[in-house]
Antibody
Framework: QVHLVESGGGVVQPGGSLRLSCEASGFSFSSYGMHWVRQAPGKGLEWLAIIWYDGTTKYYADSVKGRFIISRDNSKNILYLEMNSLRAEETAVYYC?????????????WGQGALVTVSS | EIVLTQSPATLSLSPGERATLSCRASQSVSRYLAWYQQKPGQAPRLLIYDASNRATGIPGRFSGGGSGTDFTLTISSLEPEDFAVYYCQHRSTWLLTFGGGTTVEIK
């Protein structure tokens, strides 16, 4: 069974930091690009970042560039999202997702999501 | 940034009816467009990629079309499980964006 499981969500104060993890299983993690996407309560989807299969290339949405860092450890099958200077409006469910065929830009496998609440 | 505008915002239909959803891009995305379905409390599911290719396991009643700036997702005959929110997404540049979504609700 192919799976993505996010962890690390929780409550953080405005201006604070948090690191999300996404553990992959059931497929060759090191062969796929990976994405982070978020969804604020009752709102639509917002793409955040992609990292190439080998970690050499990363792209970010303008809204998080310079504050969020996507990374991966292919030896552990884990994807990360380091989030800094968090804002209240970034309260959302954060999803990790597998790229369809490496770096297509589309996501064919999603985790269940991790809730991040930014509040004092 | 390429803006994707989906219409209508809400589509009220009955099971068995045909649904046609629209996604318009602010500039050409060639055929680099996907459609996702999302049900309450669930992660999105990829339906269509590269404008018209069905993803693995997606029923034949779902079809996609279009190129450039105008795209459609058609559900030929709505099943009860198809009532959900649908999003389009482009990958024309590496600044990916999603549309605002269309809710397909039971009439």
């Amino acid at each position: 069974q192919v799976h993505l499981v996010e962890s690390g969500g929780g409550v953080v104060q405005p201006g604070g930091s948090l690191r999300l993890s996404c553990e992959a299983s059931g497929f060759s993690f090191s062969s796929y690009g990976m994405h982070w996407v978020r969804q604020a309560p009752g709102k639509g989807l917002e793409w955040l970042a992609i990292i190439w299969y080998d970690g050499t290339t990363k792209y970010y949405a303008d809204s998080v560039k310079g504050r969020f860092i996507i990374s991966r450890d292919n030896s552990k099958n884990i994807l990360y999202l380091e989030m800094n200077s968090l804002r209240a409006e970034e309260t959302a469910v954060y999803y990790c997702a597998r790229d369809l065929y490496g770096r297509s830009g589309f996501s064919d496998l999603w985790g269940q999501g991790a809730l991040v609440t930014v509040s004092s | 940034e390429i803006v994707l505008t989906q219409s209508p915002a809400t589509l009220s239909l009955s099971p068995g009816e045909r649904a046609t959803l629209s996604c318009r891009a602010s500039q050409s995305v060639s055929r680099y467009l996907a459609w996702y379905q999302q049900k309450p409390g669930q992660a999105p599911r990829l339906l269509i990629y590269d404008a018209s290719n069905r993803a693995t396991g997606i029923p034949g009643r779902f079809s996609g079309g279009g190129s450039g700036t105008d795209f459609t997702l058609t559900i030929s005959s709505l099943e009860p499980e198809d009532f959900a929110v649908y999003y389009c997404q482009h990958r024309s540049t590496w600044l990916l964006t999603f549309g605002g979504g269309t809710t397909v609700e039971i009439k």
